[in-house]
């Protein structure tokens, strides 16, 4: 329960909603209370008219409805029970207009909670750093932000409205059964502990089985997930059925856990129903026995007017299981949400954060990095030091490390050891919003939005003009292309630009990141997917806007036709050569190694060349 603490800055927002749903609650109930003590009084007056005196004392009553017997007395009989009919018809659309506003205060308010939770969580999301994000599944991220706010709001609304209600209801019939006779009240709620020790037992195990149900569902949100993502992968190798299989497995595991919970709940319930039973019967039998030999002053009014009092208290006593349950999986779903949302980003701002405005000399020194989720040893004592506006190129095999320095330089990671520096500024004591907003990067792994072509590109620039839009996909020398979409720069691509080829989605994220037009340009490995006829329009477009610029382009492949100011020739983490092209081909070393490789490679492709 301590789990749902994290709530209480909610129940302070909405502190005047609640009050007036308790409120309504209170009123709600209290003029359901009245019921049956008309109802006793209609039975005595019929009593009465058969000759059997009895008038209880009018202590026994509350004032409304003392002041009404008061009233009715005044007339005759059937006008008495008419009159009687009338007022539990009037008390009964009194409360029932109360009830309305009770949920229309507490439950509306409970989707605003909702609301707000969400957008904490979202919001949270986004501040985690990207170890995080590589050591969580996408499914159970998911799960928690949908169907655990989900539970929790039932918590803050139908929970907390049940179980405000069942408390004032229980406290109002107990305060006026035990005023009209203690001893009858006494053997009525006997079967109530019994009562309170299952609640308790049966609570703990929904708990324990609500946190497992839980994070099976997230398990299988993830299962679910990674197959829509990766359904050309499974179709391409024929895995559907495999697939099937492990997917059954799990919801097989999870309907198990779930069909048992329901089993223990289909228990618990009726046998809530079972006890209040036999409180009616205990009503019955023993406030009987008193009217017949006249004892305690019980009449049949009395008998009448407690087993009301126990029907009415049926629900409420009943719903102490379904509220406990509630909580219970709220309590689970919480704790759940809290473990993200107490989980600190590593990468932060510092204290007092620089805002400068960047101009491009970057210097790398004695940098060490080790990946912290896998152990890899990815940067050994790395030392660069690029000049503003100079062009360089980092070229290596897969897994030498080329793409940790740009991770590095954008603070997805803080380097173990050593220290990067922009502009004699080390980027920890930089702003880190405003350290990649001046950065223009684009990724090895493309990603692409749900979204149109021109929102996409312009995804970095707020309020970017179509002007700005075309421009960068004309430098991407992918403007051609959207014109030929039927729908040009407003068709909607879909999810993770599946609708594209995969070199219109590297040359889409590269218009992206030039539409920023910032003095720094990262590109990682971002024409792999684009044809040499392509890739040669892009570096000319690129020799174009990179002027003045300072790049980092990172890559397997050597790009002959482009000027660099520096090669850096990585392997295992370590730089193993450096300088021009010419320079580097006349070492005869890695770097030459890696230059008839490819051009051995792009023989055999086009043997005519």
């Not at 059954?248 to 618990?268: C, D, H, P, Q, R």
């Not at 610029?549 to 730089?575: C, P, Q, Y």
């Amino acid at each position: 329960m301590k789990h749902l603490a994290a709530l209480n800055k909610y129940f302070w927002k909405y502190r005047y909603r609640f009050s007036f749903g308790i409120l309504f609650i209170l009123i709600s109930n209290y003029f359901a209370i009245l019921a049956p003590q008309v109802t006793g009084y209609v039975f005595d007056v019929v009593q009465q008219s058969f000759g059997i005196h009895t008038k209880p004392p009018a202590k026994d009553y509350d004032i409304l409805v003392v002041w009404f017997i008061h009233f009715a007395e005044q007339y005759k009989v059937i006008s008495v029970i008419a009159l009687c009919g009338i007022t539990i018809l009037i008390l009964a659309l009194i409360r029932g207009v109360f009830m309305f506003f009770m949920r229309q205060t507490i439950i509306v308010t409970s989707r605003h909670v909702e609301y707000d939770q969400k957008n904490e969580i979202f919001e949270h999301y986004l501040k985690l750093d990207t170890g995080f994000y590589k050591s969580h599944s996408t499914g159970d991220l998911m799960n928690r932000m949908t169907e655990d706010v989900s539970r929790v709001r039932m918590f803050m609304g139908p929970a907390v409205m049940y179980f405000i209600n069942l408390v004032t209801l229980i406290s109002l019939a107990l305060f006026y059964m035990i005023k009209k006779d203690k001893l009858l009240s006494l053997y009525v709620l006997a079967p109530l502990p019994i009562l309170a020790i299952v609640i308790y037992a049966v609570n703990t195990v929904i708990h324990k089985r609500s946190e497992r149900i839980q994070s099976l569902l997230s398990d299988l949100t993830t299962n679910a997930q990674e197959s829509y993502s990766g359904i050309r992968v499974i179709k391409s190798f024929v895995q559907e059925k495999s697939m099937l299989g492990f997917f059954e497995k799990n919801s097989e595991e999870y309907k198990v856990n779930a069909i048992g919970l329901a089993k223990l709940e289909a228990v618990y319930f009726p046998s809530m129903g079972l006890l209040i039973g036999l409180s009616t019967l205990l009503t019955i039998m023993i406030g009987g026995i008193y009217a017949i030999y006249g004892q305690r002053g019980i009449q049949i009014g009395t008998i009448a007017e407690f087993v009301m009092y126990i029907n009415m208290l049926t629900f409420p006593v009943s719903a102490i299981g379904w509220t406990a349950s509630m909580i219970q999986r709220a309590a689970a779903s919480q704790k759940r949400i809290n473990e993200f949302l107490d989980t600190k980003p590593v990468i932060v701002n510092p204290p007092a954060p620089q805002t400068p405005v960047l101009q491009g000399n970057i210097v790398f020194d004695h940098v060490n990095f080790t990946y912290p989720n896998t152990g890899i040893h990815a940067l050994k004592d790395f030392n660069l030091s690029i000049q503003k506006g100079h062009k360089v190129a980092i070229i290596g095999h897969t897994g030498s490390g080329k793409t940790t320095v740009a991770q590095l330089l954008l603070r997805m990671y803080d380097p173990g050891d050593g220290k990067i520096t922009i502009d004699n500024i080390a980027v920890q004591q930089m702003q880190l919003q405003e350290l990649r907003r001046q950065i223009c990067y684009v990724p090895q792994d493309v990603f692409l939005f749900s979204d149109t072509v021109a929102g996409n590109i312009g995804f970095g620039v707020p309020d970017a003009t179509p002007e700005l839009v075309k421009k960068a996909a004309q430098y991407a020398s992918v403007d051609k292309e959207i014109m030929a979409f039927h729908d040009n720069y407003e068709t909607v691509i879909g999810e993770r630009g599946v609708t594209l080829s995969g070199g219109q989605k590297q040359r889409i994220s590269i218009a992206r990141a030039l539409a920023k037009d910032p003095q720094i340009v990262v590109f990682d490995d971002c024409l792999s997917a684009v044809d040499a006829r392509t890739e040669k329009e892009i570096l000319g477009n690129l020799n174009d806007f990179l002027q003045d610029k300072t790049a980092i382009i990172i890559t397997h492949r050597v790009f002959s036709l482009f000027e660099f100011d520096l090669i850096v020739v990585m392997e295992e983490g370590k730089i193993v050569e450096t300088g021009k092209h010419h320079d580097l081909m006349a070492r005869n070393g890695h770097y030459a190694y890696l230059y008839e490789q490819q051009q051995l490679k792009e023989r055999e492709v086009s043997p005519d060349v």
